[in-house]
T-cell receptor, first 114, second 112 residues
Framework: DADVTQTPRNRITKTGKRIMLECSQT?????MYWYRQDPGLGLRLIYY???????NKGEISDGYSVSRQAQAKFSLSLESAIPNQTALYFC?????????????FGPGTRLTVL | DQQVKQNSPSLSVQEGRISILNCDYT??????FLWYKKYPAEGPTFLIS?????DKNEDGRFTVFLNKSAKHLSLHIVPSQPGDSAVYFC???????????FGKGTTLSVSS
């Protein structure tokens, strides 16, 4: 089984709809992240969380919100989706400690906003 | 302004030859660098990393070189295999930083 799972894998929605993307991990990592990738661009950080009570904005948090329901779960919400939020969304996890800077990514969710 | 730059969008190499992917950065506070490989419809997969206290790190066919004075790193794949065909992302992180900063990626195509 995959260590980091994302649901749904694909979603098509309409402008103005509320959408939730979910991420679960079995790696036991404290730190979780949400990134988006646009065509021809690298991944950009939306939100991150170091534990259940710690939520922080990333580079491009406008229009998004997150919830860390448990250590293993981190969901991303688009309160009112707009077409320029069409992108690939990736969840990632990271263990604590200086020697473990590597982040491990889920398979991604392809979101299309019409 | 981009802090991590991968100036070559694509690279084509023959099987068995060396693939060299390049990455430049502008932030002198970066002290940890990573390469990720991404296949279509999958998430990025960690490949290899290097700390700024080193100038080389090897893992099998993959070697990463870091030139701090030039703010440049490169990934060498020897020998290249068709299964190496993917998008390669360079990423960097500050010691006190939170997130990885990614380049735009380079698409590697290895032909047999």
């Amino acid at each position: 089984d995959a260590d980091v799972t994302q649901t749904p894998r694909n979603r098509i929605t309409k402008t103005g709809k509320r959408i939730m993307l979910e991420c679960s991990q079995t790696k036991g990592h404290d730190r979780m992240y949400w990134y988006r990738q646009d065509p021809g661009l690298g991944l950009r950080l939306i939100y991150y969380s170091f534990d259940v009570k710690d939520i922080n904005k990333g580079e491009i948090s406008d229009g998004y919100s997150v919830s860390r329901q448990a250590q293993a779960k981190f969901s991303l919400s688009l309160e009112s989706a707009i077409p320029n939020q069409t992108a690939l969304y990736f969840c990632a996890t990271r263990g604590g400690g200086r020697l473990t800077d590597t982040q491990y990514f889920g398979p991604g969710t392809r979101l299309t906003v019409l | 302004d981009q802090q991590v730059k991968q100036n070559s969008p694509s690279l084509s190499v023959q099987e068995g030859r060396i693939s060299i992917l390049n990455c430049d950065y502008t932030n002198s506070m970066f002290d940890y660098f990573l390469w990720y490989k991404k296949y279509p419809a999958e998430g990025p997969t960690f490949l290899i990393s290097i700390s700024s206290i080193k100038d080389k790190n090897e893992d099998g066919r993959f070697t990463v070189f870091l030139n701090k004075s030039a703010k440049h790193l490169s990934l060498h794949i020897v020998p290249s295999q068709p299964g190496d065909s993917a998008v390669y992302f360079c990423a960097a992180k500050e010691q006190a930083g939170t997130a990885l900063i990614f380049g735009k990626g380079t698409t590697l195509s290895v032909s047999s």
